[in-house]
C-alpha cells in the first residue's frame, strides 16, 4: 500500500486497488479483487474479512478504530470522535479530530476527497459523485471542519474522456458556479458532455482557500487492474480511501 507523500507529518492517505495479497477468493467473478463494500451483492463474510485485514494493516500505525458509512450520494457530513454508531451512518463526509481513527469513504468512478488542516489535527474524508460535487459535499465537509483546511488529495475517479454526462448535469453547475463552463467539453454524443470531476473539485477547493490540492492524475475507468469502475462494469466492488492521523 502507498501512502501519500508530501502532507502533515503524522498524517497518513491511501487508496485500496483491486490487487490485494490476502484477497478472499470468491466465485462472482464480478467482485473478485479487494472489494470493501457491503452493498454490491457479495458475500457479507468477506467483506467483513476484508475491512478485518485492512484494519490489521492500519493497526500497525496505531489505527483502532475504523468509521464507515452508508452513502447516499448527499451533502451530509459529520464529525465522529468518540463511540462508533452500531447502525452505519448515513451521508457522505466525515470529520474527526481523533488520532488513530480511519475515516473511510468507498467509491468505483466517484471521487474521494481528503482534506486536512497544516497541522495534521484535523481531517475530513468525503465521497463526491457529480451530484454531491453539484449540491454542495465539499463546501458542507469544510463548513463541518473546526479548523481550515490547507491541502485536499482527490483519489482515483473517472476521467474526463471516459466522463459522458447530459446537458443538466452541466447546467447543475455552471448555475451555480459560471466559471465550470470550462470543465466540460462536447461529447460524442449531440448534447452530451464529457465532464472533469477532478477540474471542478480542484476550482471548488480554491474557492474554499484550500491552496494545495494533491492527486487528481488517475482514471478508475481507464485503469482496470488497479481500480474497480461502475461506468466500466456495472456488477462490480469498491474500493477504500482512508485518511487517520497516527
Known amino acids: 500500500m502507498e501512502f501519500v507523500q508530501d502532507l502533515p507529518k503524522g498524517v497518513y492517505v491511501a487508496q485500496t486497488r483491486i490487487e490485494h495479497a490476502q484477497t478472499i477468493a470468491t466465485s462472482n467473478q464480478n467482485l473478485s479483487g479487494f472489494n470493501l463494500a457491503l452493498h454490491v451483492n457479495d458475500e457479507a463474510q468477506r467483506v467483513q474479512q476484508h475491512r478485518m485485514i485492512l484494519l490489521n494493516q492500519l493497526s500497525a500505525f496505531g489505527v483502532d478504530k475504523i468509521t464507515w458509512m452508508t452513502q447516499t450520494h448527499s451533502t451530509i457530513c459529520h464529525t465522529v470522535n468518540e463511540q462508533i454508531p452500531f447502525v452505519a451512518l448515513e451521508g457522505d463526509g466525515l470529520v474527526t479530530q481523533k488520532t488513530g481513527h480511519a475515516l473511510m469513504m468507498m467509491t468505483a468512478d466517484c471521487l474521494p476527497v481528503v482534506l486536512g488542516n497544516a497541522e495534521g489535527t484535523e481531517v475530513a474524508n468525503l465521497h463526491a459523485g457529480w451530484r454531491g460535487l453539484a449540491n454542495g459535499i465539499i463546501e458542507n465537509t469544510v463548513a ?103
Open 144 to 246: 463541518e471542519m473546526q479548523s481550515q483546511p490547507s491541502w485536499a488529495w482527490l483519489g482515483a475517479a473517472i476521467s474526463q474522456p471516459c466522463f459522458e454526462v447530459g446537458a443538466e448535469v452541466k447546467t447543475a453547475f455552471c448555475e451555480k458556479y459560471p466559471e465550470l463552463d470550462t470543465a466540460f467539453i462536447a461529447g460524442q454524443v449531440e448534447g452530451k458532455y464529457q465532464a472533469d470531476l477532478y477540474a471542478i473539485a480542484r476550482f471548488i477547493l480554491n474557492r474554499l482557500g484550500v491552496e494545495t490540492v494533491l492527486g487528481g492524475d488517475q482514471c478508475s475507468y481507464q485503469q482496470a487492474e488497479d481500480y474497480f469502475s461502475y461506468r466500466r462494469d456495472a456488477k462490480t466492488g469498491r474500493m477504500a480511501t482512508f485518511v487517520f492521523m497516527q
